[in-house]
């Protein structure tokens, strides 16, 4: 019951935190779109640009999933001793959900990267 609870809370935050994650993405991909753009007509590739862009959203999950993963740690004992119903899981746990994370993070990543991809150089010269 209580690990039914759990992963129905956990459902229940990994949508707005993806709708956050495409926020925060899509916003900072706007506030760059003149950098893209001179990057474009300068000789850049749509996949450099892809790149860019997913690499630097990733390398704030990774960080951020690790450090997660330190503070977890050390609560499931915690959980243990106080919840009554609460069991130690496996390793495989610990590891398939920020790997889950890490994936919805990617698709939320995506949208805007592959938007940022598809910007016409000239067009993003001219916006201000």
């Known amino acids: 019951m209580f690990d ?29 779109t003149h950098e893209i753009g001179i990057r474009m007509a300068l000789g850049a590739q749509r996949g450099d640009v892809l790149r860019s862009v997913i690499g630097k959203g990733m390398l704030l999950a990774l960080v951020s999933a690790t450090l997660g993963l330190l503070a977890a740690a050390p609560l499931l ?27 919805v993070v990617l698709v939320a990543i995506y949208i805007p990267a ?15």
């Open 77 to 103: 004992k915690v959980f243990a001793a106080t919840l009554e119903g609460f069991r130690l899981h496996s390793s495989a746990i610990f590891i398939s959900v920020p790997l889950l994370l890490l994936f």
């Open 114 to 128: 592959s938007r940022a991809a598809r910007i016409d150089p000239m067009e993003a010269l001219r916006y201000e």
């Open 4 to 32: 039914t609870l759990l992963g129905i809370f956990g459902v229940m935050a990994l949508v707005p935190a993806a709708v956050g994650i495409y926020g925060v993405i899509a916003y900072s991909v706007a506030q760059r």
